[in-house]
């Protein structure tokens, strides 16, 4: 009996067989890695012309979906999957552009809370809308609904696979 594709990949999976990737679904990884890179880099050039850049946006996102609009920068580091290194270097750019401040920690004399400020409210607040309208332009528009569902079973299908991964849907 001939399967498709899928198929047998359902069947390795349910048996622990390994098999070899095909021509055709390595070909499917590679335009997901390209097509999400450039969703980046157009969405990012977009951002950019707001004054903050897709770091900046992700460092803010997190922050204003925070409790008190704060987080240690330990958590911080975490929610936003970057290395403790690369944020205390990026949050000294933006602590100099007064879009967030960091404060120690009355908890943890070794630690930082990071803080949203009014400024960094603000022009996290002004970016929002132009980017809500450019994901929903080069993202949202190019689907049907029928594709929605097919990428959130896509979704749930990686996320159950590794259950470190956030689910959002």
Not at 23 to 32: D, F, G
Not at 46 to 58: F, M, T, V
Not at 67 to 86: H, P, V
Request: proline share 3%; aromatic share 4%.
């Amino acid at each position: 009996m001939l399967m498709e594709g899928g198929d047998s990949a359902k069947v390795a999976a349910q048996t622990g067989v390994r098999r070899r990737m095909t021509s055709r679904e390595l070909a499917i990884w590679r335009s997901l890695i390209d097509t999400t890179a450039e969703l980046r880099r157009i969405l990012g050039a977009e951002l950019q012309e707001s004054s903050l850049s897709p770091a900046d946006y992700q460092v803010l996102l997190a922050l204003s979906e925070a409790d008190g609009r704060r987080l240690r920068s330990s958590e911080l580091a975490k929610t936003i999957d970057w290395e403790r290194s690369r944020l205390s270097h990026h949050l000294g750019r933006m602590e100099r552009r007064r879009l967030i401040r960091r404060d120690d920690c009355p908890t943890d004399s070794r630690g930082a809370e990071v803080s949203l400020t009014a400024d960094g409210a603000r022009v996290f607040r002004r970016a929002t809308a132009p980017h809500m309208r450019a994901i929903k332009k080069h993202f949202a528009d190019a689907l049907t609904p029928e594709q929605f569902e097919a990428l959130a079973d896509v979704l749930r299908a990686l996320q159950n696979h590794h259950p470190h991964l956030v689910a959002r849907t």
